[in-house]
């Protein structure tokens, strides 16, 4: 064996050190490197805040004006209070079960990796992917069986097949191998479902039939039902880019997503003008006005995320006054 001198045998005792730190992830004359830090696991706040209860005036003015429209065509003094309650439970479960079906298919494909808006559930890992699933599918259980109880108090079978549809549609928004939220389909199936189906659907179980305030009712509401989802999206559009997910926001650009939504926004104020030739308390609806237009101009100078999480706040609200109002000038 070769002997080394003191001085080689200090380099290589050194030398040695120095491995060994490397090996071990700890930095020279320093603590030992930490792993990453564990995410708290979910609270019963965080839950609720899963639940995305600033989304759910989209559920409740369809539901407000189909009541309305229900009244001018079954005529005054006939209401049916339970039949309107079933269908505002059927539309806020489903509106709630896609939130966290939302939460849930981002999550586990890695969309929410890099989300500017606030953290979900299953991307943040605060929450175990399976339990978010059950409470999605606990939502949409909840909205079938209210949805059930209307079939049978109108004994009009033929709901189920909406129901499902509905449900169905709830789910492959982001779930499925395919979902078409992924495909710049999100505003489309939202003019749908909660515009044309939660509107008319709410007049039908009351009133047996749909009338023109009800189908326009419908088209105003879910023009912006379509703005709450393209503000959206312009918000986390460099992130969903990223992703693979092609919004309608990712498909046409900064720029038209901007204009497109003071489109679906405004243009639903057409629409009550017309109305305040036959209900003059339509006039009240352009009240609205003072949440749309701040919205519009905050959208279109807007340069950062919390400017386009203000302006998705202020049409959720509009959408609520919109359809509460125009619904109260149909009834009263």
Not at 101 to 121: E, F, I, K, M, Q
Not at 192 to 197: E, Q
Not at 260 to 280: D, E, K, Q
Request: aromatic fraction near 10%; glycine fraction near 10%.
């Amino acid at each position: 064996m070769q002997r080394l001198n003191p001085a080689e045998r200090l380099a290589q005792a050194s030398g040695s050190a120095k491995n060994g730190a490397a090996r071990s992830g700890s930095p020279k004359n320093g603590p030992p490197r930490k792993g990453p830090a564990k995410v708290k696991p979910a609270t019963a706040a965080d839950w609720v805040s899963g639940a995305r209860l600033r989304t759910l005036p989209l559920a409740i003015a369809p539901v407000a004006l189909g009541t309305g429209a229900a009244i001018v065509a079954t005529g005054p003094g006939v209401f049916y209070p339970e039949r309107a309650l079933l269908a505002l439970v059927v539309a806020l479960c489903l509106q709630i079960g896609v939130n966290y079906a939302n939460d849930y298919s981002d999550g586990v494909r890695g969309t929410d990796a890099h989300r500017v808006g606030p953290a979900r559930l299953t991307g943040s890992g605060a929450a175990r992917p399976a339990a978010v699933l059950s409470v999605a599918l606990a939502f949409f259980a909840l909205a079938a069986l209210a949805g059930l109880a209307l079939v049978v108090m109108t004994q009009q079978w033929w709901l189920l097949l909406v129901g499902a549809a509905a449900i169905g549609a709830a789910w492959l928004y982001t779930g499925g191998k395919k979902p078409y939220g992924y495909f710049g389909l999100g505003e489309l199936f939202v003019f749908v479902f909660f515009g044309l189906v939660a509107t008319l659907g709410t007049t039908y179980v009351q009133a047996g039939t749909v009338n023109t305030e009800s189908w326009l009712g419908a088209v105003g509401i879910g023009l912006v039902a379509c703005a709450v989802l393209m503000v959206n999206n312009l918000r986390d559009r460099e992130t969903d880019k990223k992703a693979g997910k092609r919004t309608l926001a990712v498909l046409i650009g900064n720029v038209a997503s901007r204009v497109v939504f003071c489109v679906f926004l405004i243009a639903p104020f057409g629409i009550a003008l017309f109305f305040t030739i036959f209900y003059p308390l339509a006039y009240f609806t352009f009240f609205v006005l003072l949440l749309a237009l701040p919205a519009c101009l905050i959208t279109v100078t807007a340069k950062t995320s919390r400017e386009l999480i203000l302006a998705l706040q202020l049409t959720s609200l509009a959408a609520l006054g919109y359809g509460v109002l125009l619904g109260l000038a149909f009834a009263l």
